[in-house]
């Protein structure tokens, strides 16, 4: 894809496919992002030439640079965390409150006023403007779950959300917005897959470079993170995840450098985890080799928070800002990094380049040209932003299964009863560093959300039963499912039982498996006994297994849906808006389909610990590749998504050119309701070629097609898509021979095959695809 011939579809000049009527320059506009619409032309001061925006960001970090001292450049690679912590059970020890951070936020950097560098106001994170646990935090609008919007598999509808989130950072003082969360999904049980972009490195890297665009589009940098193998929360801070050079390239290296190349990030947040025996703030493979020599990236590293274990091997080996002290051991990069500059143990070239990357950084995404202003939340549009939130969760949201005649819920229904997951008031959202909170609060107490991080347990005041009642005749009535013979019993007498299941993930733990907690499983199982017509409606932070499913009449997983996620499932559930998510990760049909199906690690380790984790298990077959590989049948396969209406996908062509190929076909609505199909193209070779798994997804498109209506659509895959790594040369190659070009609806679901012949091609490891034309 990615010569990314699809953008054209999605992105560019015209319209976005049907969910959005504005282009992201259009949008932008609209949204009061600043950098969609070009800065006014200012004389540029004679004494600071490094304010002629016309001037190449690395020109512009060079003329500043100059004239900086050591004690300024070093300023640049120190933050603080801007909470305070005093109201906190267990305050940080000997920390000073930072009077110019931003209360309740996630950091802050200095700026150098005399040469006007502004300061950077850090904010969490990929669905939001966060707030740090506060009893007062700021209400800001939500995207849904960084998988969800993996599940709308739109480009467009992902930079549309950045934007939105970008635009709300900048109006509430913030220029760094720590989002762009890249980990694929490796590990079902990981408490943060809700904030990434699912188990495929090209849906990951597009969708979540394109979110990365949005954000910066308003001046805000963007942090893509956590670099890299961050797969699970169990011994994060300690767990050595080993793997080989040409399968790490392969998968969530591939990823990254996807986005990267989409996105251009100000910023790259290095993990917490260690990586082939080295933390991944002090990697050099990572970040110098990797990052900053191979793909060329000019940008800085900083440190998650508490993510910095030293001084002198952390800045040579690739870390250039320490952020949000004081979570690490020690002040690493302040009087200590000075110190190592002066002894020479850090030369003062690597020192220049550290602070020149802060800078281009800074320059590239115009927070020179367009600083914030503080805090101009009051301009903040929150009904427009909710809309915007509300494509996003109605474009994610996936029909698993779906009895004909069931849904979208009957006109002739005169009794609809809902059940569990507070779905009288609220959806239910994320927990951790990501947490966007509601204007106005969580409509929920939970009983099980933990009082510390990473609760409280939030939901967003959007009422899918409301909704719901708004849009039928039926009478609506709630149980909240506790009562398992009270719940049965009413099901009986209902025409339609819809019951709403949940599962909460957060930073900092993994859950214990893949069933849903709480009894729910047994509420679910009881509920349909009663009554046949039972919808299950999932709000879950990625797979679940279902033992519930052949007893079930339709199935709906709604992820995390944000602000608007009540109106965007009700709007769904009732045929106003037609599904077309389709899965970005693979739902096995047990824990012992996966890898590990023991999660490595022990919660109970102390800090000082060094667990290994063994990635060479999957290596470059991820997800539906491993299923592949090893001839799995999962529970719901990736790429799957049924709609209200019916496609034909065929006249698959074919065509070798340049250094990979194009895929021609026809889609077309064969229903009798408007749609939109996720198209899928995945590749194999015919003959074994060093391949890690059977096939890979090459390249996809969403297309919006109204009843009859059918469309031919070209696409050029990127030629990584059917290459290997070569460690060696420090290379991708192409095999030459014949390759099966398949045309799909999901991984598991082929509609057509057919060949294409290629010639051998070599490219070096730092060759872009993703942005030509």
């Given at each position: 894809m990615t010569s990314y011939r699809f953008l054209a579809h999605l992105a560019g000049t015209t319209a976005l496919i049907g969910a959005l009527a504005l282009s992201p320059v259009a949008f932008a506009q609209a949204t009061n992002n600043a950098p969609a619409v070009a800065a006014a032309k200012t004389e540029v001061p004679k004494d600071r030439p490094w304010m002629d925006a016309s001037l190449d960001p690395s020109v512009r970090a060079d003329l500043i640079l100059k004239e900086m001292t050591l004690a300024e450049k070093l300023q640049l690679t120190f933050g603080y965390f801007s909470t305070n912590q005093t109201w906190q059970v267990t305050p940080i020890k000997n920390?000073?409150?930072?009077?110019?951070?931003?209360?309740?936020?996630?950091?802050?950097?200095?700026?150098?006023?005399?040469?006007?560098?502004?300061?950077?106001?850090?904010?969490?994170?990929?669905?939001?403007?966060?707030?740090?646990?506060?009893?007062?935090?700021?209400?800001?609008?939500?995207?849904?779950?960084?998988?969800?919007?993996?599940?709308?598999?739109?480009?467009?509808?992902?930079?549309?959300?950045?934007?939105?989130?970008?635009?709300?950072?900048?109006?509430?003082?913030?220029?760094?917005?720590?989002?762009?969360?890249?980990?694929?999904?490796?590990?079902?049980?990981?408490?943060?897959?809700f904030e990434y972009g699912g188990e495929d490195p090209l849906l990951a890297g597009v969708i979540t470079g394109n979110e990365i665009k949005g954000i910066q589009s308003n001046n805000v940098i963007s942090t893509m993170k956590h670099f890299a193998f961050n797969g699970q929360e169990t011994n994060r801070n300690q767990m050595d995840h080993q793997i080989s050079d040409k399968a790490a390239r392969e998968s969530d290296l591939l990823a990254f450098q996807i986005a990267n190349e989409i996105g251009q990030p100000g910023s790259v947040m290095c993990a917490y985890n260690r990586v082939n025996g080295f933390y991944a703030c002090e990697n050099n493979w990572l970040l110098n080799d990797v990052l900053k020599t191979d793909w060329g990236f000019k940008g800085y590293v900083m440190s998650d928070w508490g993510a910095t274990h030293s001084t002198t091997q952390a800045a040579n080996q690739g870390l250039d800002q320490q952020s949000g002290w004081a979570f690490d051991r020690s002040p690493y990069f302040d009087g200590a990094l000075r110190e190592a500059v002066n002894n020479g143990y850090v030369s003062e070239a690597r020192a220049n380049d550290m602070a020149r990357r802060v800078l281009w950084g800074m320059f590239s995404v115009g927070l020179f040209d367009n600083p914030v202003k503080g805090d101009q939340s009051s301009r903040i549009d929150f009904v427009k932003n909710g809309k915007?939130?509300?494509?996003?969760?109605?474009?994610?949201?996936?029909?698993?299964?779906?009895?004909?005649?069931?849904?979208?819920?009957?006109?002739?229904?005169?009794?609809?009863?809902?059940?569990?997951?507070?779905?009288?008031?609220?959806?239910?959202?994320?927990?951790?560093?990501?947490?966007?909170?509601?204007?106005?609060?969580?409509?929920?107490?939970?009983?099980?959300?933990?009082?510390?991080?990473?609760?409280?347990?939030?939901?967003?005041p959007s009422s899918p039963m409301k909704g719901i009642q708004a849009r039928t005749s039926a009478t609506v009535t709630y149980l909240d499912g506790k009562d398992l013979k009270a719940a049965a019993a009413a099901a009986k007498k209902?025409?339609?039982?819809?019951?709403?299941?949940?599962?909460?993930?957060?930073?900092?733990?993994?859950?214990?498996?893949?069933?849903?907690?709480?009894?729910?499983?047994?509420?679910?199982?009881?509920?349909?006994?009663?009554?046949?017509?039972?919808?299950?409606?999932?709000?879950?932070?990625?797979?679940?297994?279902?033992?519930?499913?052949?007893?079930?009449?339709?199935?709906?997983?709604?992820?995390?849906?944000?602000?608007?996620?009540?109106?965007?499932?009700?709007?769904?559930?009732?045929?106003?808006?037609?599904?077309?998510?389709?899965?970005?990760?693979?739902?096995?049909?047990?824990?012992?389909?996966?890898?590990?199906?023991?999660?490595?690690?022990?919660?109970k380790l102390d800090a000082d610990s060094h667990p290994v984790s063994d990635y060479n298990i999957d290596g470059a077959a991820i997800g539906y590749k491993w299923f592949d590989k090893k001839g799995l049948k999962p529970l719901f396969p990736f790429g799957h998504g049924l709609s209200y209406t019916t496609f034909q996908?065929?006249?698959?062509?074919?065509?070798?050119?340049?250094?990979?190929?194009?895929?021609?076909?026809?889609?077309?609505?064969?229903?009798?309701?408007?749609?939109?199909?996720?198209?899928?193209?995945?590749?194999?070779?015919?003959?074994?070629?060093?391949?890690?798994?059977?096939?890979?997804?090459?390249?996809?498109?969403?297309?919006?097609?109204?009843?009859?209506?059918?469309?031919?659509?070209?696409?050029?895959?990127?030629?990584?898509?059917?290459?290997?790594?070569?460690?060696?040369?420090?290379?991708?190659?192409?095999?030459?021979g014949y390759y099966k070009v398949m045309l799909a609806t999901s991984a598991t679901d082929i509609v057509q095959t057919v060949q294409v012949r290629l010639d051998a091609q070599t490219f070096g490891v730092g060759t872009h695809f993703a942005n030509a034309q």
């Open positions: 920390y000073v409150f930072p009077k110019e951070g931003l209360p309740d936020s996630a950091g802050f950097v200095p700026g150098i006023p005399r040469l006007g560098i502004p300061n950077q106001w850090q904010t969490d994170a990929g669905v939001g403007v966060a707030t740090q646990r506060s009893p007062n935090p700021r209400g800001r609008t939500a995207l849904p779950s960084g998988v969800a919007t993996a599940a709308t598999w739109n480009p467009a509808v992902a930079y549309a959300g950045g934007a939105m989130i970008g635009n709300e950072a900048f109006l509430s003082g913030f220029n760094v917005q720590l989002a762009g969360g890249m980990n694929l999904l490796r590990e079902a049980r990981n408490g943060r897959n915007i939130s509300q494509t996003d969760a109605e474009e994610s949201i996936v029909l698993l299964k779906n009895t004909p005649g069931l849904l979208p819920l009957s006109r002739t229904a005169r009794s609809i009863l809902i059940v569990g997951s507070h779905a009288d008031v609220g959806v239910l959202s994320g927990g951790g560093s990501s947490q966007v909170y509601p204007v106005g609060g969580s409509p929920v107490p939970d009983e099980f959300a933990p009082n510390g991080f990473p609760g409280p347990k939030t939901y967003y209902a025409d339609v039982v819809i019951v709403f299941g949940e599962q909460w993930t957060g930073e900092s733990f993994d859950v214990p498996d893949l069933n849903l907690p709480n009894g729910q499983d047994a509420l679910i199982s009881t509920v349909a006994k009663a009554n046949k017509k039972t919808v299950v409606v999932l709000q879950t932070g990625g797979p679940v297994v279902m033992p519930w499913l052949k007893n079930v009449g339709a199935v709906v997983e709604a992820w995390y849906p944000g602000t608007s996620g009540g109106e965007a499932i009700a709007r769904v559930l009732t045929g106003e808006v037609n599904p077309s998510g389709h899965l970005p990760a693979t739902f096995p049909a047990s824990i012992d389909q996966t890898p590990r199906p023991k999660l490595e690690g022990d919660p996908l065929g006249s698959l062509v074919a065509e070798a050119k340049g250094q990979s190929f194009i895929a021609s076909f026809n889609v077309k609505n064969t229903g009798a309701v408007e749609g939109k199909d996720v198209a899928q193209v995945y590749v194999s070779p015919v003959e074994d070629s060093g391949w890690e798994a059977p096939k890979r997804l090459a390249t996809f498109l969403k297309v919006d097609l109204k009843p009859g209506e059918s469309r031919t659509v070209t696409l050029t895959v990127d030629p990584r898509m059917v290459a290997t790594y070569d460690p060696a040369s420090k290379s991708w190659k192409v095999a030459e």
